[in-house]
């Protein structure tokens, strides 16, 4: 079957950096990607990943493994607008369409 | 500025009654995609439409229509069938033929029950 697990929750502090791990269990793979969601809003998009390794994208960076079927996002000098959900989605490569993770409400404290 | 436009953000429905969720995009995309959001669980996709005049039915179209008349809208109908429809519906759009095009998304629209 189709499965993407994430932690529900997970806090942090202010000025700390942040792993959140998504693994992944589909049955074809064809890029994951990872969206900040701000409650009550829409989802918006963060980073894709194809081949392995890790892509930096100013203070966030995505991990993938394909082999392991895991990647990571990490986010460092966390703000406080950065408390919000984080969704992995991963693209079936038999449909093309997006298989997403319940998300990780990450808490920021000061 | 390009973009989703969903309306309207707040929606009831009375039982036994039809109602339709707009979406509509400027970002000329080809593929278009409706999902139903509930708390503690991923994105589900409801329908999704590659092209004008022809859509696809993803894992949830049970009680739900669509229709794709125009590249720009994709406007989705939440009927009497559907028999728990309280959500928050996201529309997005994703411009075609390249794999690390990410979906774009619309404000949303919440969904309750009168």
């Known amino acids: 079957g189709q499965n993407i697990d994430q932690p529900t929750e997970m806090t942090a502090t202010e000025g700390a950096i942040v792993q959140i791990n998504c693994t992944y269990q589909?049955?074809?793979?064809?890029?994951l990607f990872w969206y900040q969601q701000h409650a009550g809003e829409a989802p918006t998009f963060l980073s894709y990943?194809?081949l392995d390794g890790l892509e930096e994208k100013g203070r966030f960076s995505s991990f993938l493994s394909r082999s392991k079927g895991y990647s990571y996002l990490l986010l460092k000098e966390l703000q406080m607008k950065d408390s919000a959900s984080y969704l992995c989605?991963?693209?079936?490569?038999?449909?093309?369409?997006?298989?997403w993770g319940a998300g990780t409400k990450l808490i920021i404290k000061p | 500025d390009g973009g989703i436009t969903q309306s309207p953000k707040y929606l009831f429905r009375k039982e036994g009654q039809n109602v339709t969720l707009s979406c509509e995009q400027n970002?000329?995309?080809?593929?278009m995609y409706w999902y139903r959001q509930d708390p503690g669980q991923g994105l589900r996709l409801i329908y999704y439409?590659?092209?004008?005049?022809?859509?696809q039915k993803g894992d949830i179209a049970e009680g739900y229509s669509v229709s794709r008349e125009k590249k720009e809208s994709f406007p989705l109908t939440v009927t009497s069938a559907q028999k728990n429809p309280t959500a928050f519906y996201l529309c997005a759009s994703r411009k075609q033929g390249y794999s690390n095009q990410p979906q774009h998304f619309g404000d949303g629209t919440r969904l309750s029950i009168l």
């Open positions: 990943n194809v």
């Open positions: 970002l000329n995309h080809d593929a």
């Open positions: 989605a991963v693209r079936d490569d038999s449909n093309y369409q997006l298989i």
């Open positions: 589909t049955s074809g793979f064809n890029g």
């Open positions: 439409s590659q092209i004008v005049n022809d859509f």
